[in-house]
């Protein structure tokens, strides 16, 4: 549940993430407007919203990549702005649009990636062959990155987010272009990490995967979180595709005009 700053006792330690009042404008648009969220320990967390609702502003706000307007983010007792190279040793992530080093090969990109992060080359050597495999990338680990699908590449960048064991994973649609059976996989990942104590914050359109997945979900719109809290509690009666259309104040269409489509 959402939880407001200004408590006389620190509420973030028992948080993996906290987001107190986070607000971005862009010009005159106001992209994100004093969102609060709090991510337990252990919580497979879901953030949903329609298209530039404000949520990949927000989660780069929350991992440093985007310096907020005001507010404040914690990475679980460290301020992501005032001691950020701690803060973000603790996080792995999976941005949107992810820009990748092209002309490296599979294998270099994550030696590298694991190398910046302080691994040793035999760790680094080590981790990289385990992602390689698990996320069915061996074949390509010589190839450059370049030449990677649109899931592979997905693929890659997720396990750079998660070669230095963090205790946190904000990903940006980690599903997205990615194969059946690679995007079992990677549940499976992502659900053992939380088992294990992690947290993981997933951006999603896809409401039935949020509503499997995940045990915490917030909606956001227009800058705003409309709801937060437990999926059950957040969906209510019925699912969370039509909850979160209720929410957001959404109209489905389709039922009138394009004439000329079914003529």
């Known amino acids: 549940m959402s939880r407001r700053a200004g408590a006389t006792d620190p509420w973030w330690m028992d948080a993996a993430l906290t987001i107190a009042g986070l607000s971005k404008r862009f010009g005159p648009t106001v992209a994100v407007h004093d969102v609060h969220l709090t991510v337990a320990r252990g919580s497979f967390f879901g953030l949903v919203g329609p298209n530039g609702a404000g949520k990949t502003t927000a989660l780069s706000m929350a991992v440093g990549l985007v310096r907020p307007d005001a507010g404040a983010v914690r990475i679980f007792d460290h301020d992501v702005w005032a001691d950020p190279v701690r803060a973000k040793e603790l996080v792995g992530v999976l941005p949107d649009g992810l820009s990748l080093p092209e002309r490296l ?42 030449d990677y699908s649109a899931g592979m590449r997905k693929k890659i960048g997720l396990a750079a987010a998660l070669l230095h064991a963090p205790k946190l994973l904000v990903l940006d649609e980690p599903f997205e272009a990615v194969d ?18 992690g947290a993981v914050v997933l951006s999603s359109h896809v409401m039935a995967l949020v509503e499997k997945l995940c045990d915490h979900v917030a909606v956001i719109a ?18 969370l595709e039509d909850a979160f259309v209720s929410l957001v104040g959404g ?13």
């Open 222 to 239: 227009r800058g705003q979180v409309v709801a937060s809290g437990r999926v059950d509690e957040v969906r209510g009666a019925g699912n």
């Open 180 to 197: 059946p059976v690679s995007a079992s996989t990677i549940r499976t990942i992502l659900q053992r990490f939380v088992a294990a104590g």
């Open 251 to 263: 109209q489905v269409g389709g039922e009138e005009g394009l004439s000329w489509l079914t003529s």
């Open 105 to 146: 090969t599979g294998r270099e990109l994550l030696t590298y990636s694991a190398r910046l992060r302080g691994l040793d080359r035999a760790t680094a050597a080590e981790r990289a062959s385990e992602l390689l495999a698990v996320l069915a990338l061996t074949d390509a680990e010589h190839t450059v990155v370049i």
